[in-house]
């Protein structure tokens, strides 16, 4: 079993929908945890980034962090088709090391 | 101010071959990481460099090694490439890596193994 879980997708949405994507993991020692999106032929880029338990907002996007559950997920809201990329999500321990997922496809549609 | 940059941007190697790929990262970073990625496994962490030490090493066989120079850019090699190595390389720096730091990537190096 992976230390982190995440649906590939992909996810197909229209133009101004709220976007959901999940992610958990096994391992409790996780203390960071962030998104990032990935366009094709790019490296990762950091969208969010939190610590504790709860939600984070920074525009349209909301990281929420479950950890009794372990649990997170980010909201798009009113998605655009530039958010068309792979959202990966990653998380930390103490040691530094980052343990990324997957990956989820999400394709905007006009 | 410049992001990290890495050369090359493409290689096609045979396997036996050896190939060095360089990371240059964003100026004031002393930390460089270097992840695999590939369709089937994701990003896999590498090795992590910091004032020229490895400090973290991830689960790779001994091919796999890297340096840091004291300007903080950094090289990977693989030796004796095989088929499997097919991957985009992504290297990340960032100003120390600690619980607080966030890492910036690179747009990678996509190596081909033939």
């Known amino acids: 079993q992976k230390e982190v879980e995440q649906d590939p997708g992909p996810l197909s949405v229209p133009e101004g929908a709220i976007v959901s994507l999940n992610c958990t993991y096994s391992?409790?020692?996780?203390?960071?945890f962030m998104w990032y999106r990935q366009y094709s032929r790019k490296g990762p880029e950091l969208l969010m980034y939190?610590?504790?338990?709860g939600n984070k907002e920074d525009g349209r996007f909301t990281a929420q962090v479950d950890k009794s559950s372990k649990y997170i997920s980010l909201f798009i809201r009113d998605s655009q088709p530039s958010d068309s990329a792979t959202y990966l999500c990653a998380m930390m321990d103490s040691s530094y090391k980052l343990i990324f997922g997957s990956g989820t496809r999400l394709l905007v549609r006009p | 101010k410049a992001g990290v940059t890495q050369t090359p941007r493409y290689l096609i190697k045979t396997r036996g071959q050896q190939v060095t790929l360089s990371c240059s990262p964003i100026s004031g970073h002393r930390s460089v990481s270097w992840y695999q990625q590939t369709p089937g496994q994701g990003l896999q962490f590498l090795f992590e460099?910091?004032?020229?030490?490895?400090?973290n090493k991830g689960n790779f066989p001994g091919r796999f090694s890297g340096r840091q120079f004291s300007n903080s850019r950094s090289e990977m090699n693989v030796s004796t490439l095989e088929l499997g190595d097919s991957a985009l390389y992504l290297c990340?720096?960032?100003?120390?890596?600690?619980?607080?730091?966030?890492?910036?990537f690179g747009s990678g190096t996509q190596l081909s193994v033939l």
């Open positions: 391992n409790s020692a996780f203390q960071y």
């Open positions: 460099y910091f004032s020229e030490t490895q400090r």
């Open positions: 939190t610590y504790s338990s």
């Open positions: 990340a720096s960032s100003l120390a890596l600690s619980t607080n730091e966030k890492l910036f």
